[in-house]
Nanobody, 115 residues
């Protein structure tokens, strides 16, 4: 099973930016989709942004226009650029890779948006 390692989380003030990285142990072009998810307290894990094998991207309404997902095949890494961060973006962000019906998850990276 692929290993996914997230990095880039931390503490940032409202309005600030962070870039998350997800490094995969396998060639990422082999996955149908890769994405970022988060799990607000008391809620189910929710999709933040995904990028499909053909390059199509999809975003949660709450992050459209602020977050951008991208990938680097040479580095087998998927990124999430987060701008104009809000306190409600505070959460653990998980990287996901999907191949067929199989989902793989990283352990997550914590993003805290606070003054």
């Amino acid at each position: 099973q692929v290993q996914l390692v997230e990095s880039g989380g931390g503490l940032v003030q409202p309005g600030g930016s962070l870039r998350l990285s997800c490094a995969a142990s396998e060639k990422i072009f082999s996955f149908n989709a890769m994405g970022w998810y988060r799990q607000p307290p008391g809620k189910q894990r929710e999709m933040v942004a995904i990028i499909l094998i053909g390059g199509t991207t999809n975003y949660a309404d709450s992050v459209k226009g602020r977050f951008t997902i991208s990938r680097d095949y040479a580095k087998n890494t998927v990124y999430l650029q987060m701008n104009s961060l809000k306190p409600e973006d505070t959460d653990v962000y998980y990287c996901n890779a999907r191949r067929g019906a199989m989902d793989s998850w990283g352990k997550g990276t914590l993003v805290t948006v606070s003054a």
